[in-house]
């Protein structure tokens, strides 16, 4: 343990294997449906920091990659081919073989594989890539709060013995949801959870939770495949989107939008988590306010009707307060109803 003071000097600006995405040195969760494009992005990423390339108009800081397929290797291994085109030489390994996160023997491999890394291409391993949180834990109960922490441990593990960020590859609870397949504790241990969602034209990808910087932004892509099996990932600006009704939102939700409504449709998020949380109503404790307010956040965020910039929080669109009869809503529960845009 290590002793501190505010007399100390100042801990060092925070760095990026992904800027504004993926933290140096961090344990990052991404969940879609199957299909989704997870193995896409996590192998465009793969290439852009083995690069030093732009990825979604972010920069990305260069070093070696080493992509762990618990699933799909045959797979991966066609894609990372096809998208290296004759740049063979790229620092990029691609560790197959069973992989049980709740054996601390794995987590040595993995380790012993980063170790490998680096005395073959003379460079850090900036980024672990795991697909996926499934194929890994088999024969696990993803539903266990104990089971998952270890699993999840063992990564953070691998993190401190060597000082790369780990890409997590995982499920969504849901078709068209944001949160990780699986016990809550998954996301907790995450520092960060971005969220994948859209369709083959269009992909979104949100940052749903965020533990050292603020959450919420998002970036719309499009994924184009070659014959080949290469692909590019295009950053799509002013991309409109349909969006959930209010009243198909959670009461916690439809509590918050109503909060920032009354703060002028615009405010900081601090601001706006102290209004939202005295408008909630009693809860058994101050963890469970935050624990209602970020699910709020999160699914605002997921059905379009807030945008993040920063530290302000804004409703999007034109909006107009109506009130509700209907039961699903809480009978006469005032709610905001947003004119929706045309569908891409």
């Known amino acids: 343990?290590?002793?501190?003071?505010?007399?100390?000097?100042?801990?060092?600006?925070?760095?990026?294997?992904?800027?504004?995405?993926?933290?140096?040195?961090?344990?990052?969760?991404?969940?879609?449906?199957?299909?989704?494009?997870?193995?896409?992005?996590?192998?465009?990423?793969?290439?852009?920091?083995?690069?030093?390339?732009?990825?979604?108009?972010?920069?990305?800081?260069?070093?070696?990659?080493?992509?762990?397929?618990?699933?799909?290797?045959?797979?991966?291994?066609?894609?990372?081919?096809?998208?290296?085109?004759?740049?063979?030489?790229?620092?990029?390994?691609?560790?197959?073989?069973?992989?049980?996160?709740?054996?601390p023997d794995s987590t040595n491999r993995i380790i012993g594989a980063i170790d490998k890394m680096r005395e073959r291409f003379e460079r850090p391993v900036r980024?672990?890539?795991?697909?996926?949180?499934?194929?890994?834990?088999?024969?696990?109960?993803?539903?266990?709060?104990?089971?998952?922490?270890?699993?999840?441990?063992?990564?953070?593990?691998?993190?401190?013995?060597?000082?790369?960020?780990?890409?997590?590859?995982?499920?969504?609870?849901?078709?068209?949801?944001?949160?990780?397949?699986?016990?809550?504790?998954i996301l907790a241990d995450a520092d960060v959870h971005l969220s994948l969602t859209g369709n083959s034209s269009i992909r979104r990808m949100t940052i749903v939770k965020a533990r050292d910087f603020e959450a919420g932004s998002e970036v719309s892509f499009r994924l184009s495949a070659a014959p080949t099996g290469a692909f590019r990932m295009e950053t799509v600006e002013g991309v409109t989107r349909s969006t959930t009704h209010p009243s198909r939102l959670s009461r916690d939700a439809r509590t918050a939008l109503n909060a920032l409504t009354d703060l002028g449709e615009q405010a900081t998020l601090d601001k706006w988590r102290s209004a939202a949380a005295a408008a909630f109503g009693p809860r058994p404790s101050a963890g469970a306010v935050r624990e209602a307010f970020r699910k709020a956040k999160a699914s605002l965020l997921t059905a379009g009707l807030i945008s993040i910039d920063g530290q302000i929080v804004t409703v999007t669109d034109d909006v107009t307060d109506v009130t509700s009869g209907d039961a699903s809503n809480g009978g006469g529960e005032r709610h905001r109803e947003r004119h929706h845009p045309t569908p891409y």
Do not use: Y
């Open 1 to 103: 343990m290590r002793l501190s003071f505010l007399t100390d000097p100042p801990p060092p600006p925070m760095r990026w294997v992904w800027r504004d995405i993926v933290p140096a040195a961090s344990l990052v969760t991404i969940a879609g449906a199957p299909g989704g494009g997870k193995t896409a992005v996590s192998v465009a990423l793969a290439l852009a920091v083995a690069r030093g390339d732009l990825l979604l108009d972010r920069e990305t800081v260069q070093g070696s990659v080493l992509i762990v397929s618990a699933e799909a290797a045959h797979s991966t291994a066609r894609r990372l081919r096809a998208a290296a085109g004759d740049d063979l030489s790229l620092p990029i390994g691609h560790a197959t073989g069973q992989i049980d996160l709740l054996d």
């Open 127 to 185: 980024l672990v890539v795991l697909d996926a949180l499934a194929s890994a834990t088999r024969g696990a109960d993803e539903n266990s709060g104990r089971e998952m922490s270890r699993a999840l441990g063992s990564l953070h593990e691998v993190i401190h013995a060597r000082g790369a960020s780990v890409l997590l590859l995982a499920h969504t609870a849901k078709a068209g949801g944001n949160q990780v397949r699986g016990h809550s504790s």
